[in-house]
């Protein structure tokens, strides 16, 4: 079993930055894929960024500029930067993994999931 804890959400004007941050612990596995997800008021849930084992990353087009996603493996954590946050960016936001390492954002191939941390945007 996986364990994924999030941290680092909070309410930001527009134009700020946060840095979400998600500890693993448990099981480990030597290949992966590791995403961030969001999930706004009366939206469906959507992959933001993802990272796999062989630090190959992707990008929802809606972060792409202003996002980056990286992992410090040596602390079992995941990380993602949001600079220039807009509204539209509000969200509760969950970091997923999969034994999988070639999963982007199909989410039913995400086994663990975190329970999520909050990012507010007010303009």
């Known amino acids: 079993q996986v364990q994924l804890v999030e941290s680092g959400g909070g309410s930001v004007q527009a134009g700020g930055s946060l840095r979400l941050s998600c500890a693993a612990s448990?099981?480990?596995?030597?290949?992966?894929?590791m995403a961030w997800f969001r999930q706004a008021p009366g939206k469906e849930r959507e992959g933001v960024a993802r990272?796999?084992?062989?630090?190959?990353?992707t990008y929802a087009d809606s972060v792409k500029g202003r996002c980056t996603i990286s992992q410090d493996n040596a602390k079992n954590t995941l990380y993602l930067q949001m600079n220039s946050l807009k509204p539209e960016d509000t969200a509760m936001y969950y970091c997923?993994?999969?034994?999988?390492?070639?999963?982007?954002?199909?989410?039913?191939?995400?086994?663990?999931w975190g329970q999520g941390t909050q990012v507010t945007v007010s303009s």
């Open positions: 448990g099981k480990s596995y030597s290949s992966y894929s």
């Open positions: 990272i796999n084992s062989a630090g190959r990353t």
């Open positions: 997923a993994l999969s034994r999988w390492w070639w999963i982007i954002f199909s989410e039913n191939d995400y086994q663990y």
